[in-house]
């Protein structure tokens, strides 16, 4: 196993959350920003008016300050995120996606490379090429969407992947094309928000209001055709990601997808009221509050996607903490809790003391605090005071009156549908449960 | 555990889909334009505060336009970047995962100083966009300078850290046999080898601004006054560059263990007699800067791809040392997504001379001239991205029919 990095209270898994809910709002915009703006730009040629380029150059200078720094970084920063905080669940799907990434790429500089170019040629090449421009930037961004929702997909469902190893088998799986679909929606609903805030700071005031209403229109329809997309995904989840959010076993999945609806209805109703009805109304600030809603709205969406997938970060394939749970033999791949059962957590790791005596109890409790941190550790906080899932509030609750009584729940871990089951032998299971009794809040 | 055996069983599980060779290859080619891009940022923010500092309307002018090429360039240079920072992660993954893991707050540090460089490189754009000459504002670009420079040593201190793989233990594992999990590990820095990244950033920047000075030399609206005095302090800038360059070299060439034999090295030899044909090109090129600019640009890159190729030599000696070589790594070879990566790639160079061609097309304009882009290039660009996503639709759902994933 890699050296383990703990985020003191919250976890490493939250570090990744933030950064990636946070991502999905530049990176959508970047990928449904363009569709709009070549609709505004032909409305622009074909009808002679030439008062809508004020919005065109205020939009793109947006995704230009906005998109390409903090979506460009998020991006690489999601990245830095998993590579700190799973290290060996990134390297999965680098490996199994690395050609998919590359092509992504490709699109990535295709759009860095139009959308500069776009920005600064505006008025000074003909009107028919500036426009294509604007629609090899919307297919690109796009593009590099379809790309990604494949690997996204592939977290949530492999697919045949499991059975062939096959990069395209585990990419078109059972919800990649309900994802592609709301994404795909969603990104005109965020495209929306940002052109109607956008179009609220444009002088003139006709064309403020007409493009406020239509932006809301795309918003409307973006948000619209996201709550059906949504219930075809949810139809697609895999049996046990079913189980987990509506059989009861975590309710909090549940809760998760309402404030997801909730905050996308009042996005919805915002639409409606500030841009379709009175466009009047429409306000940059009131708009910036909605930004912060959609970012409420997108996080609990992707927490539930994120809590569905337990106790796997890839289906079927890998634990949450990061253990090989599946033989792929099509890649020559074997499960590893099997490996770690027979011959033990503790010798398979590479940075621990060498020197310990696990007769002794001092050096049980070091090696428990190791084998728990990196068993553990990647869902659960480990200090006394921690928020995220805190392990010395949650075996509190069971009441142990010994380390026994820890093992013992170590060793049902895997009834939990949610859980992983515990990779170890008996000496690691004795110094884990010693460990863990050592931290549980009384 | 033995760290030659940790290493090679943090391999992946699922090997590489393809020859390690074409990795490597890749991550140099990628890795070469990345750097050049950086070194160009880099330079261009130095050299617009020196511009600003001089109170001259040339100096006040290049500054400006230095401001747009640090806003641009840092965009491009971090998309640019992804591509190594993938091909690195697919052939050293045991290298990249555990350093980067040990050092993980400076990681993700990294990432908060970038974005300060970034806003603050648009805050001396923007703020004097607008502003005549004496009235040019230096405070954002020193800002944004002291945060590219925190981002330089961040990421110079990882790539340092994955060659030092002999002390990652020691680094977190005290003697009472405490471990930390703290990811706060800050080592391995490597004065010399940081300055040999550093000062070609100069020797970029003026073949930059030879380049800017020659493209710009057709049109009536550009004093010529100006481009000379650009184009001059491009070469002169790129001379002395390069000249402590190879300095810094000799000084980065002392610390490497001596058993490499790395002066032997072919890609360092050749990017070694490259860099001095270059320094002797350079100063030949002083008395007419702009007509040798494309020249010297060639032979710059070179210089920067033979010494990448020597970069990646010498990460090789230094893990063959630990026992761990990438041509022995498992292989489980995927052609439909190899062929699906290099023939998007070859239709991006195509797409790519549209934008390449507006570009260049529009900048040789005068100001109030609309040009007009070959139709053919235009038409073409986008049928091939129509044509890729019809392709790889077409694909997904046969593949999903067949799969019976799609219902």
Same mark, same amino acid.
């Not at chain 2, 761990?324 to 041509?327: C, F, G, L, P, R």
């Given at each position: 196993m890699y050296p383990f990095w703990e985020v003191p209270f919250f976890t490493s898994g939250l570090v990744i959350a933030l950064v990636a809910t946070f991502h999905i709002l530049p990176c959508h915009l970047a990928t449904g920003a363009f569709w709009f703006n070549v609709y505004v730009e032909r409305k622009a040629f074909y009808e002679k008016r030439p008062e809508l380029l004020e919005f065109l150059k205020k939009y793109s200078l947006l995704i230009l300050i906005f998109c390409f720094v903090i979506g460009s970084l998020s991006g690489v920063g999601i990245w830095y995120a998993a590579t700190v905080a799973s290290p060996r669940g990134i390297s999965a799907l680098i490996h199994n996606y690395v050609w998919g990434w590359a092509t992504e790429w490709v699109f990535f500089i295709i759009e860095i490379a139009t959308i500069y170019v776009y920005y600064y040629t505006l008025g000074r090449i003909d009107e028919k090429s500036h426009l294509t421009l604007g629609w090899v930037y919307a297919w690109a961004a796009w593009i590099s969407m379809i790309i990604i929702t494949g690997i996204l997909a592939f977290m949530l469902s492999s697919g045949k992947w499991v059975e062939t190893g096959g990069f395209f088998d585990g990419f078109f799986n059972e919800t990649y094309w309900p994802q592609l679909f709301t994404r795909t929606a969603l990104m005109f609903g965020i495209a929306g928000a940002y052109a109607v805030i956008v179009a609220s700071t444009l002088k003139n005031k006709e064309v403020r209001l007409e493009l406020v209403r239509t932006a809301s229109i795309w918003g409307i329809g973006g948000m619209v055709l996201g709550a059906i997309f949504t219930f075809w995904y949810l139809f697609k989840l895999p049996e046990h990601a079913k189980d987990l959010a509506f059989g009861g076993t975590l309710p909090y999945l549940k809760s998760m997808l309402y404030v997801a609806a909730i905050c996308y209805g009042v996005v919805l109703l915002w639409f409606v009221i500030f841009g379709l009805i009175r466009p009047s109304l429409s306000r940059p600030v009131i708009g910036i509050i909605i930004l912060f809603i959609l970012f409420a709205g997108i996080g609990a969406g992707e927490g539930f996607r994120e809590g569905a997938r337990r106790p796997y970060i890839i289906d079927r394939y890998m634990y949450g903490n990061q253990i090989i749970a599946y033989n792929i033999p099509a890649k020559n791949i074997k499960a590893e809790v099997p490996k770690f059962q027979k011959e033990g957590f503790w010798p398979n790791l590479y940075f621990k003391p060498d020197n310990l005596d696990l007769s002794k109890t001092k050096d049980r409790l070091l090696a428990g605090s190791v084998i728990v941190h990196h068993q553990c550790g990647n869902c659960h906080a480990l200090d006394r005071l921690g928020k995220i899932r805190p392990l010395s509030v949650l075996l509190e609750n069971l009441a142990p009156e010994s380390p026994g009584d820890i093992a013992d729940f170590l060793d049902a871990l895997g009834d939990y549908p949610y859980m992983p089951p515990f990779a170890g032998n008996d000496k690691d299971k004795e110094a884990a449960a010693e460990y863990l009794f050592s931290i549980v809040r009384r | 555990m033995d760290l030659s055996v940790y290493l090679n069983s943090m391999r992946d599980a699922a090997g590489l889909p393809f020859y390690p060779i074409v990795f490597q290859v890749l991550l140099v080619l990628t890795f070469s334009v990345h750097i050049v891009m950086v070194n160009l940022v880099l330079g261009s923010s130095f050299l617009a505060v020196y511009e600003v500092s001089r109170k001259s309307e040339f100096g006040t002018r290049l500054s400006k336009a230095l401001g747009r090429v640090i806003t641009v360039g840092l965009s491009i240079a971090i998309v640019l970047g992804v591509a190594p920072l993938l091909f690195v992660q697919v052939i050293y993954d045991p290298f990249w995962y555990t350093a980067t893991s040990l050092s993980a707050f400076w990681a993700l540090m990294f990432l908060v100083v970038i974005t300060l460089a970034f806003y603050s490189s648009y805050g001396f754009y923007l703020g004097n966009k607008k502003s005549s000459h004496g009235e040019m504002k230096a405070r954002w670009a020193y800002v944004a300078i002291f945060f590219l420079l925190l981002t330089a040593l961040f990421i110079h201190m990882l790539s340092m850290e994955q060659l030092t793989p002999e002390k990652w233990k020691a680094w977190i594992i005290s003697k009472e046999g405490f471990v930390s999990f703290s990811g706060g590990e800050f080592h391995s820095v490597n004065l010399g080898r940081l300055l040999h990244f550093i000062i070609p950033s100069f020797a970029v920047t003026g073949v930059y601004l030879m380049l800017y000075a020659s493209y710009f030399s057709e049109r009536e609206d550009y004093d010529s006054n100006y481009l000379d005095y650009v184009a001059k302090r491009g070469a002169n800038l790129a001379l002395w560059a390069s000249v402590l360059t190879v300095a810094s070299g000799f000084w980065w060439l002392g610390t490497i263990p001596k058993d490499f034999s790395f002066a032997q090295n072919p890609f360092l030899i050749i990017g070694a007699v490259l860099g001095i044909i270059t320094t002797a090109y350079l100063g030949a090129a002083y008395l007419s800067p702009g007509k040798r600019a494309k020249n010297a640009a060639i032979l710059m890159f070179l210089t920067i791809f033979f010494m990448s190729c020597a970069r990646e030599g010498l990460r090789m000696h230094y893990m063959n040392k630990v026992g $761990?070589?990438? $041509?022995n790594y498992p292989l489980n070879v995927d052609w439909p997504s190899t062929i699906l990566f290099f023939a998007t790639f070859i239709m991006g160079l195509f797409v790519l001379c549209f934008p390449a061609a507006a570009a260049f097309k529009a900048g040789k304009a005068h100001k109030g001239q609309v040009v007009i882009i070959n139709p053919t290039i235009v038409r073409n660009s986008l049928y091939l991205m129509i044509a890729w996503f019809v392709v790889v639709a077409g694909l997904g759902i046969v593949i999903s029919l067949k799969n019976g994933t799609l219902f």
């Open positions: - | $761990y070589s990438i $041509y």
